[in-house]
């Protein structure tokens, strides 16, 4: 496994996949890391749908808003992961909301979402974090239940390209000591 800094440094969005399959392992291996992200109380939210069937991508792609620049990865990668979280879990206690942003599940899910992106990276697989979509008409598509939300989708597969690497802030743009 390459070198976590190296991993953040190197991971980017892709857009565009090869034929190649993503393999058992490499999906076991990423939903694994998964497994393993911090969430809200250790509530674990997410749940995390798989979907390989052509039909089923070509759905998930007319749910795109138009001019989504990922809607050929919906349908070219091999896979595709939708990252769904169960309402009313990560930040309620005893089914009291209990932080000022309500519903906390779209941080855990941040999380979730970026280990996976992260562990496919690490197997020299690629993937691009889908948001701009038809929520309901996706969650309709994979059968969600009403108690969760669909909120991202992660096409993911071999990168058929290298894309290049964005203009980043440095470190002292964004970081304050003590006080703002």
């Known amino acids: 496994m390459a070198d976590f800094m190296e991993l953040v440094r190197t991971r980017r969005t892709v857009r565009k996949f090869t034929e190649d399959e993503v393999t058992a392992d490499q999906l076991n291996t990423i939903l694994e890391a998964a497994r393993w992200t911090p969430s809200w109380a250790n509530t674990q939210c997410w749940e995390i749908v798989t979907v390989t069937r ?3 991508k070509e759905s998930l792609q ?11 990865a919906m349908t ?3 896979v595709v992961l939708a990252i769904c979280g169960r309402k009313q879990t990560s930040g309620y206690y005893k089914g009291e909301v209990t932080t000022k942003f309500g519903d906390w599940l779209l941080f855990d899910l941040g999380l979730v979402t970026q280990s996976i992106s992260l562990a ?3 197997l020299g ?4 974090i889908v948001g701009l979509f038809d929520h309901d008409k996706a969650k309709q598509v994979l059968q969600i239940p009403e108690d969760s939300e669909l909120v991202a989708m992660l096409p993911l597969g071999h990168p058929a390209q290298e894309p290049q690497t964005p203009d980043r ?3 002292e743009d964004f970081t ?3 006080t703002w």
């Open 76 to 78: 070219q990668a091999p």
């Open 125 to 128: 697989l690629s993937s691009v």
């Open 169 to 171: 802030r440095g470190v």
């Open 120 to 122: 496919a990276h690490s």
């Open 54 to 56: 052509q039909d089923l």
């Open 176 to 178: 304050h000591s003590e």
């Open 62 to 72: 007319e749910t795109l808003f138009k001019g989504n620049p990922a809607s050929k």
